[in-house]
């Protein structure tokens, strides 16, 4: 057996340590190791995007990176973007707007679409659908999807008008 | 008392039927919350999985586990020969057939579950399963239908006697040894003879192949034998957890009390789910064997190989009329490939499902079907995907005979549709092949889709393309699609719908708490549906308790009542019929409790949004809220306290939802790329229950069906391998290839539904795939063509255009 690594990691803001074998990918770090269960396994090939996290400000697909790849970054999960007192408005327009039914895709969608509107917060339809086209979802065919997003942008960015 | 709120304001605060009710389900899933299969965890959880052949056909040699146990972390290893003293190497399909769990001798086709390695994590199972030393002896391949039934090669040396003749299978005579059952329904010598002797019949031969539901969170379950307790308790992503329970102790001897099958969050299912597979057994055997519980998560390759194909059938049709197009007679024979074992997920007494809903939505007098199922070295499955049983293929078949018969004739497609509809008028309408339609009102349908449309228009565009085209101006065609379809869901009537002879009823029980809140369980189970959300909705505007102070429960055989599943649209047409029911049994016990309260007699109050009023007397009245803590605090003379109510609903009809869509494309033919310009769908789904929910799934079915119609399938090559087992290969849309849909709708009411409603999930798919096909095939029909086979991908529409001569 291979000799294990020593891996630091900051994961919504709480810094873990451990041991693991070269060969352990991130997706089984975070799922089975740290019992962060909002990313989900859909593909393992990077295909459908429900294990999508963020690394050090990048969407990452966790189940075909090592967690030794991401040794020293920092990863956020859905679990990070908000909960029940801080919602974030992504998470609350998902709702509003029906942008989710068997709910399997949703955390890999919203931290991918949390990057989206980072990088862009007024993207248009098609820079919304081009976005997100490494999340798969089978059930909603995307249309309330792309609403949700519009909504969460319009709400963001009327959010930081009102601050400004 | 004063009534302070407006009647209008009492039905709003209920966010009963009718309303779009945000969904209560949201909350944990859009916060990482969800409780699916692979979040299960528990103390000592070891995993399994499974050493598969790479093999379609061959004999199995020897297996050698030694070297595996020698793995760090392998704990076992179990092949047939393990499960053999238990009886349990082989399980009962849900089609009459049965299957090996583990390869007892041979293996059948490519991915085949030949040993299962259980370890104390997935790596150590993964290393297992590598050491794991299998010899194989390759035997001949069968992936032709046609060949297979001419073939000496046996698939199946089980079901052939020593003496090499072919006994009966489960649905009667077999004609060769790789044959499973013919099926047939209707009038086979009345339909030849109008065929003969009709002004004009059109043929047609097409292959609806094979694909998958392919839900993105795939297969699994745990499963955990308490010893000390003698209960067994599985988990697992199970579309049908009741029927999982009978059947696991069926198979195990286990009593079906002792074990408790709980299906949690699902993640999709579109029929992947239903069946029972060789891996929720074999982790079942492994927790006893162990002590511990076992998980076992299929990967994406294993899911897409081996658990549920759908479709796969070859469709032979004829299709006769008069001069002025009135149709007169049909005639479709299907050979349908099932793969190495008969797993098709139908009801008993059908074992291509309800194909013979495939007269369509058009009076068409004289009709017969024969379907011929045959063994092949592929997996077995045979599932529902996103529709009511081979109802898609039904569909397609004929939309496409439509078509196809439109050119024959030389006439409008719209137009042939329109005279052979069955008129408003005719319903209930008994078809050719047995079917009674309950209602509809196709034309009404129709009119409004083609002028929402404006269909003269599209075809004068379309019109002027093929000129333009000619004319050397343009190299996009244009495709107009359309499709109007009938499904037959809500299965089904006890008196001819079972599944292993388990009645396809379906239940709902209901408790009132004192304080005027409740709790509903339904023996079926969401897959993203929103059934928490919209079953609610339901019992709101039956009890009138409002919807958010009512929670739905699923999934939990120990405490949600029988039911046969969530599959087949059957949710709502029926589980939703034994949740109206329930709740007009609570409400016929609360009226006795108002009467009483306000000392009048049982006739005298009548129920009103959310409470019972005296009649003529609207200022006296008794909330259910209140009537419900009366039902808990007060001794009322000849009625027992509390309240709680039961229903079991039997249906005594299917239901027939349907839909008009049309769909406008452009395909460029020189790429092969097809270009949805347009897609409108009005769909009738009788009562509507929340409207924002039945639009999420038009959108989501239409892309189920987009994907099957434009690329997606599950292909082998002639060794029987299975070319498209990843997400490269295999197409799942994404939001860059999808458009935005345009809805709507009529409500004709099921008149045999206690609501009303008919069920919604699956219309769009199964009008969706002949309509994006249509699209494709009317691209083309200038230019001579009749028909051509889907998955229509850019290759396939390349080719055809290239064998049209449009590429000069």
Redesign the interface.
Same mark, same amino acid.
């Given at each position: 057996?291979p000799k294990k690594m020593h891996i630091k990691l900051n994961v919504n803001g709480k810094d873990e340590e451990f041991l693991a074998?070269p060969?352990?990918l991130l997706i089984?770090t975070l799922?089975?190791r740290l019992?962060?269960?909002?990313?989900?396994?859909?593909?393992?090939?990077s295909?459908?995007g429900?294990c999508t996290v963020t690394i050090d400000g990048k969407s990452v697909k966790a189940c075909t990176i090592f967690a030794a790849q991401a040794d020293g970054k920092e990863v956020t999960?859905?679990?990070g973007i908000? /909960?029940?007192d801080d !919602?974030h408005p992504l #998470?609350?327009a998902?709702?509003?707007h029906?942008g !989710?039914?068997?709910?399997?895709?949703?955390?890999g969608m919203?931290t991918r679409a949390t990057k989206l509107l980072e990088e862009n917060p007024n993207p248009t339809e098609e820079e919304?659908?081009?976005g997100?086209? /490494?999340?798969?979802?089978?059930?909603? /065919?995307? #249309?309330?999807?792309?609403k949700s997003i519009q909504a969460a942008a319009t709400e963001m960015n009327a959010a930081k008008e009102a601050a400004e | 008392m004063k009534d302070e709120v407006t009647r209008e304001e009492r039905v709003d605060n209920l966010k009963g039927m009718g309303c779009s009710r945000k969904r209560v389900e949201d909350a944990r899933f859009t916060q990482g919350k969800g409780n699916y299969v692979d979040d299960v965890k528990l103390d000592g959880m070891i995993f399994g999985d499974f050493v598969r052949s790479p093999y379609a056909h061959a004999r199995i040699k020897s297996i050698d586990t030694a070297a595996a146990l020698e793995v760090p972390g392998v704990l076992a290893v179990l092949t047939a020969a393990d499960l053999e003293p238990l009886g349990l190497h082989w399980m009962p399909t849900l089609a009459g057939d049965k299957q090996m769990v583990l390869a007892d001798g041979k293996v059948l086709f490519q991915g085949q579950e030949v040993a299962f390695v259980v370890a104390e994590d997935r790596y150590a199972a993964a290393d297992g399963i590598e050491a794991v030393e299998v010899e194989y002896e390759e035997l001949p391949v069968l992936v032709d239908p046609f060949e297979a039934l001419k073939s000496d090669v046996v698939l199946r040396e089980d079901l052939v006697a020593e003496d090499g003749s072919i006994p009966d299978g489960a649905h009667g005579p077999r004609k060769h040894a790789n044959h499973i059952f013919t099926w047939e329904a209707g009038d086979k010598d009345p339909t030849e003879e109008v065929i003969a002797n009709a002004d004009i019949v059109a043929e047609e031969e097409m292959y609806y192949h094979r694909t998958h539901p392919c839900p993105l969170e795939t297969c699994g379950c745990v499963a955990s034998m308490d010893k000390v307790n003698g209960k067994l308790t599985l988990w697992g992503t199970f579309q049908a957890p009741h029927a999982i329970r009978t059947i696991v102790s069926l198979i195990s001897g286990l009593e079906e009390h002792n074990i408790r099958v709980i299906s949690p969050d699902i993640g999709g299912g579109f029929g992947n789910k239903v069946g029972a597979y060789p891996g929720y057994v074999c982790s079942v055997v492994a927790s006893i064997v162990t002590g511990k519980p076992v998980k076992w998560i299929e990967d994406r390759m294993d899911n897409l190989m081996t658990t549920a194909f759908a479709r796969d059938y070859w469709m032979k049709g004829k299709i006769s009329a008069t001069k002025e197009g009135k149709i007169t007679g049909l005639h479709c024979h299907v050979t349908a490939d099932h793969g190495g074992f008969d797993a098709c997920a139908d009801p008993t007494k059908f074992p291509a499902g309800f194909m013979n809903i495939c007269t369509g939505s058009y009076d068409i007098p004289t009709a017969y079907l024969e379907v011929d199922g045959v063994y092949t070295n592929k997996a077995p499955g045979g599932v529902s995907y996103r529709c009511s049983f081979r109802v898609t293929e039904a569909v397609y078949f004929i939309e496409r005979m439509i078509e196809v018969l439109a050119i024959k004739l030389d006439m409008d497609a719209a137009e042939l549709r329109r005279i052979n509809f069955i008129k408003k008028e005719q319903f209930p309408y008994t078809a050719a092949l047995g079917w009674e339609y309950d209602s509809g009102d196709y034309h009404t349908a129709w009119d409004k889709a083609l002028k929402a449309v404006d269909y003269e228009g599209l075809r004068a565009e379309q019109a002027q393309r093929v000129e333009d085209f000619k004319a050397g101006k343009t190299r996009k065609l244009m495709g107009i699609g359309l499709s109007f379809f009938t499904e037959i869901v809500g299965a089904g009537p006890v008196k001819n719908c079972d599944i292993l002879g388990l009645g396809m009823f379906d239940s709902c029980e209901i408790r009132i708490h004192p304080t005027g809140s409740a709790i509903a369980r339904l023996g079926t189970i969401s897959q993203g549906q929103g059934h928490a959300t919209t079953f609610a909705q339901i019992l709101a505007s039956e009890i009138g308790l409002p919807a958010d102070s009512i929670t739905i429960e699923e999934g939990d055989t120990d405490t949600a009542p029988y039911g046969l599943g969530t599959y087949g649209s059957r949710s709502t047409p029926v589980a939703g019929a034994a949740t109206a029911m329930a709740g007009r049994k609570i409400r016929a016990k609360a009226q006795m409790i108002a009467a009483y309260l306000l000392e009048v007699h049982d006739n005298d109050v009548e129920f009103d949004v959310d409470r019972f009023v005296v009649k003529g007397a609207p200022e006296k009245f008794k909330t259910m809220k209140e009537i419900a803590f009366a039902a808990y605090n007060q001794a009322i003379p000849g009625i027992e306290p509390g309240l709680e109510a039961v229903s079991y609903y039997d249906p005594p009809n299917m239901t027939y939802p349907f839909g008009a869509y049309v769909c406008v494309m452009d395909i460029d033919v020189d790429t092969g790329v097809p270009e949805i310009r347009r897609f409108y769908a009005l769909d009738d789904c009788g009562t509507r229950i929340n409207p924002m929910i039945i639009e999420g799934q038009v959108h989501g079915g239409l892309t189920e069906a987009l994907a099957v119609a434009l690329g997606q399938e599950i292909a082998y090559d002639d060794m029987g391998n299975c070319k498209t087992g990843t997400l490269m290969d295999f197409f799942l849309p994404t939001a860059w290839e999808v458009p935005n849909y345009e809805t709507d709708y009529t409500v004709t009411p099921s008149p045999h539904h206690p609501i009303g409603a008919k069920g919604v999930g699956e219309s769009p798919h199964v009008g969706g795939v002949p309509c994006f096909s249509n699209a494709v095939q009317d691209a083309f029909r200038p230019f001579g063509n009749t028909h051509t086979n889907m998955p229509h991908d850019h290759w396939r529409i390349w080719k055809a255009a290239n064998e049209l001569g449009l590429h000069g």
């Open positions: 057996m074998e060969r352990e089984y799922r089975e019992n962060i269960t909002g990313p989900h396994i859909g593909c393992e090939t295909h459908c429900a999960t859905i679990e908000g /909960g029940p !919602l #998470q609350n998902f709702k509003e029906h !989710l039914q068997c709910g399997y895709c949703t955390p919203i919304i659908r081009f997100m086209a /490494g999340n798969i979802c089978r059930c909603t /065919g995307y #249309q309330n999807i792309v | -």
